[in-house]
């Protein structure tokens, strides 16, 4: 698996997603929270094949300690990258309270993960950017290596690569959501040496989810994915593997995040991965097919069936 440079990391071209270790997660989750001993199986498949960024954050349930546990047991600290994300920050009286709240988000964060030090630390909510000046401080004291944001609007994405602040991004992107990508968002945040991850990568379990069980609210989406099926039965491989190619292949992307439930599934994204980017022509075909689509059709927090994480998981 080629690596990509990112400061003093070569970034696997795939990230492992540790979201679905610390709580049922995902529209199309039939199977709910691993067992550690199974997460734990599921972090070596990911090490032995090739992937060193492993992602988590506070408020996913009990991922961090999962993460950490199965670090330690493994012998694998030293061999990869920890991405995680402090809790969403909320009203400050003061830059001193501020500097309390991340000092024990920190430490937590440390603490859980048993580490000394997190490579990468970033905001959960794009609406905290305002506060990277306050988290750049335990970069100084050798606390965390780099930092950045997690994103969700291109809007508030262009004014945070434009800030200069964030060193590296988590940004919602698949073939469905081509916001980011027809903004140039994702170019240009590479081309500023920020690392750029892509998250969502199967919008959250719609992409490879049977038409049938699609909710009802989100019918708009299926004529556009039909069309996507269409040029992944004409290329000979599944709807999956198109997606997980598709933003592969994207310039100024380091990493794409993807999550599993099961070893199966990590060996499946791993012989994808594999793959590499999709042809050319293929490429191009994907972008065209595509309109660009409502929000509420993208945005997994508009839909009526909420997501696990949008639930802060107090500690």
């Given at each position: 698996m080629q690596t990509r440079p990112f400061a003093e990391y070569q970034l696997s071209p795939l990230t492992l997603g540790?979201?679905?270790?610390?709580?049922?997660?995902?529209?199309?989750?039939?199977?709910?929270?691993?067992?550690?001993?199974?997460?734990?199986?599921?972090?070596?498949?990911?090490?032995?094949?090739?992937?060193?960024?492993?992602?988590?954050?506070?408020?996913?349930?009990?991922?961090?300690?999962?993460?950490?546990?199965?670090?330690?047991?493994?012998?694998?600290?030293?061999?990869?990258?920890?991405?995680?994300?402090?809790?969403?920050?909320?009203?400050?009286?003061?830059?001193?309270?501020?500097?309390?709240?991340?000092?024990?988000?920190?430490?937590?964060?440390?603490?859980?993960?048993?580490?000394?030090?997190?490579?990468?630390?970033?905001?959960?909510?794009?609406?905290?950017?305002?506060?990277?000046?306050?988290?750049?401080?335990f970069r100084e004291r050798g606390l965390v290596r780099h930092i950045g944001m997690s994103m969700m609007w291109p809007e508030k994405t262009a004014e945070v690569i434009a800030g200069g602040k964030a060193e590296a991004m988590q940004i919602p992107t698949n073939m469905l959501d081509q916001r980011f990508i027809r903004r140039g968002l994702l170019k240009e945040a590479g081309e500023r040496g920020i690392a750029v991850f892509i998250r969502s990568v199967y919008l959250q379990g719609l992409i490879p989810m049977p038409e049938a069980e699609i909710l009802e609210e989100l019918a708009d989406i299926i004529p556009v994915r039909r069309r996507l099926e269409a040029l992944a039965r004409d290329a000979g491989i599944t709807l999956t593997e198109l997606a997980l190619r598709f933003v592969m292949g994207l310039d100024g992307v380091a990493s794409v995040l993807t999550g599993v439930e099961t070893v199966a599934q990590m060996r499946e994204n791993l012989a994808l991965a594999n793959r590499g980017p999709l042809p050319a022509d293929l490429q191009a075909a994907v972008h065209a097919a595509v309109p660009t689509l409502e929000d509420r059709l993208v945005t997994p927090r508009m839909w009526s069936k909420r997501m696990p994480d949008a639930v802060y998981v107090k500690r």
């Open positions: 540790t979201v679905q270790l610390g709580l049922p997660y995902g529209i199309n989750n039939t199977t709910g929270q691993p067992s550690y001993e199974t997460a734990r199986d599921i972090i070596a498949c990911a090490v032995e094949g090739g992937v060193n960024v492993l992602d988590t954050a506070v408020r996913y349930g009990e991922s961090e300690e999962v993460v950490g546990r199965a670090m330690a047991e493994l012998g694998i600290a030293d061999r990869v990258a920890v991405v995680s994300k402090v809790a969403p920050m909320g009203e400050f009286s003061s830059a001193r309270a501020i500097d309390e709240f991340l000092e024990e988000q920190v430490a937590g964060m440390l603490a859980r993960l048993r580490l000394d030090v997190l490579p990468i630390c970033m905001f959960h909510l794009e609406d905290n950017a305002c506060h990277l000046d306050a988290l750049a401080k």
